[in-house]
């Protein structure tokens, strides 16, 4: 006679109840909503993240995994820093504005970081940074604390954030494609979702 085992329980997909594909950008005035709440509050670590994360227009995992000395030299966080992306393996160059500069540079000395630690060290002695789930957990936060819907939004808002404000201002999408470190212009296309009459006519006015 054969064992039957029981029926397992059907598990539940991730993404149930989710809506799936390209998140939304934040605007300006989200953005200052968001950081004048962190502000209040005063969570000198999760304001840092979130001004680093609008300026460097980086993915969850290269910003995650940046150190102290990936954006700091001598004590001082710099105006500009370079890392080699986690995915591409290519280099990308990112801004760092005076606000984030200020608020990186609190995070740094209230949480005593040395040049060699993670910037943004994890609660959760297993993990010496941040995951990319509790990311999306603070994310998520985030965009509820003023009032948004969190399934329209993700990890992913915070990069094209300054992305799409740079494009809506300029309309040059080979510097949003170099700060976003694609190697190919049309994965810029597709990212900031730009249609593809307007991306062609802009990229035929750019000489690379």
């Not at 059907?10 to 989200?30: A, C, D, H, V, Y």
């Not at 201002?169 to 597709?190: E, I, P």
Request: aromatic share 6%; proline share 3%; net charge positive.
């Amino acid at each position: 006679m054969f064992n039957q085992s029981k029926p397992q329980p059907r598990q539940e997909p991730w993404n149930k109840g989710k809506l799936i594909g390209q998140k939304s950008p934040l605007t300006m005035q989200e953005i200052w909503s968001i950081q004048m709440r962190l502000q209040t509050v005063g969570n000198v670590r999760n304001l840092a993240l979130f001004n680093l994360a609008i300026d460097s227009k980086l993915r969850a995992c290269d910003l995650l995994y940046l150190r102290v000395s990936d954006v700091a030299s001598g004590g001082e966080v710099q105006s500009r820093a370079i890392i080699r992306q986690r995915k591409t393996k290519r280099p990308v160059r990112f801004e760092i504005t005076a606000r984030t500069r200020k608020s990186v540079q609190q995070l740094i000395e209230v949480a005593n970081l040395s040049d060699g630690a993670y910037l943004f060290p994890s609660r959760i002695h297993q993990s010496p940074h941040l995951s990319t789930r509790q990311y999306a957990r603070i994310v998520e936060s985030w965009v509820s604390s003023i009032g948004l819907d969190s399934a329209a939004y993700g990890t992913h808002t915070l990069r094209r954030t300054k992305a799409t404000l740079i494009y809506r201002r300029t309309k040059n999408l080979r510097a949003v494609q170099l700060l976003l470190g694609h190697s190919k212009l049309d994965s810029t296309v597709r990212y900031l979702g730009i249609e593809i009459d307007d991306a062609l006519e802009i990229s035929e006015q750019i000489d690379v």
